[in-house]
């Protein structure tokens, strides 16, 4: 299994609502990684999580939550979101090591924020 | 902090013909991975082609090739006969190569790719 699952495929929530995002890969990969993708422009690095720890926060607003329950998982919670959070939200994952291997990605989780 | 620049927004190429898209880089470390990845409409990005820069040797995957320079920070991505199926936005990234959960992949701003039938 070489794929990270990415769901749901497209989200539309109001500003009040609370919603998540659930990513899975069963690739052994021990970081993973949350980016967000505005129309023609290019990923952006949101979270970093290695070993289930959160390891790199670019600076993220706390109405976006990331969560690592196990090596298999990871979630994005969204609460309060503003119009200008809709983008597309892509999972990543990568191995454990030092190995010169790239980062595989998920199909991504178009988000509309009304 | 590293940067990655793409230069051309768009490119179009030939079916059958050769296209170059160009990247450059800015670091200061000596160890780090290049990679190009491929966005189709269908969102998923998907690896092209990868370059350690510890090699001198540039990376090639069937059709595709690299030119990599590391004294000048350039990394351009070749493709050979192109394909309608090779339309795509492509991305050059840089990974440094520190342990797994200190590293980023950076992304270029993207280039997008026509292929004219």
């Known amino acids: 299994d070489t794929e990270v699952t990415q769901t749901p495929k497209h989200l539309v929530m109001g500003m009040t609502n609370k919603k998540s995002l659930k990513c899975e890969q069963h690739?052994?990969?021990?970081?993973m990684y949350w980016y967000k993708q505005k129309a023609k422009k290019p990923p952006e690095l949101m979270f970093v999580y290695s070993y289930e720890k959160l390891s790199i926060n670019e600076s993220v607003p706390s109405r976006f939550s990331p969560e690592c329950p196990n090596s298999s998982l990871l979630n994005l919670h969204l609460h309060a979101l503003q119009p200008e959070d809709s983008a597309l939200y892509l999972c990543?994952?990568?191995?454990?090591?030092?190995?010169?291997?790239?980062?595989?990605f998920g199909q991504g989780t178009r988000l509309t924020v009304v | 902090a590293q940067t990655v620049t793409q230069s051309q927004p768009e490119m179009s190429v030939q079916e059958a013909e050769t296209v170059t898209l160009s990247c450059t880089y800015d670091t200061s470390e000596s160890d780090y991975y290049l990679f190009w990845y491929k966005q189709p409409p269908s969102r998923q990005m998907i690896l092209v082609i990868r370059?350690?820069?510890?090699?001198?040797q540039n990376a090639t995957e069937n059709r595709f090739s690299v030119n990599f320079q590391k004294a000048a920070k350039s990394f351009s991505l070749k493709i050979s006969d192109s394909q309608l199926g090779d339309a795509a936005m492509y991305f050059c990234?840089?990974?440094?190569?520190?342990?797994?959960?200190?590293?980023?992949?950076?992304f270029g701003t993207g280039t997008r790719l026509k292929v004219l039938a």
């Open positions: 690739m052994g990969h021990r970081a």
């Open positions: 990234a840089y990974r440094s190569a520190g342990t797994s959960g200190t590293y980023k992949y950076i």
């Open positions: 370059q350690e820069a510890y090699k001198q």
């Open positions: 990543a994952s990568s191995p454990p090591d030092r190995l010169n291997t790239e980062a595989f």
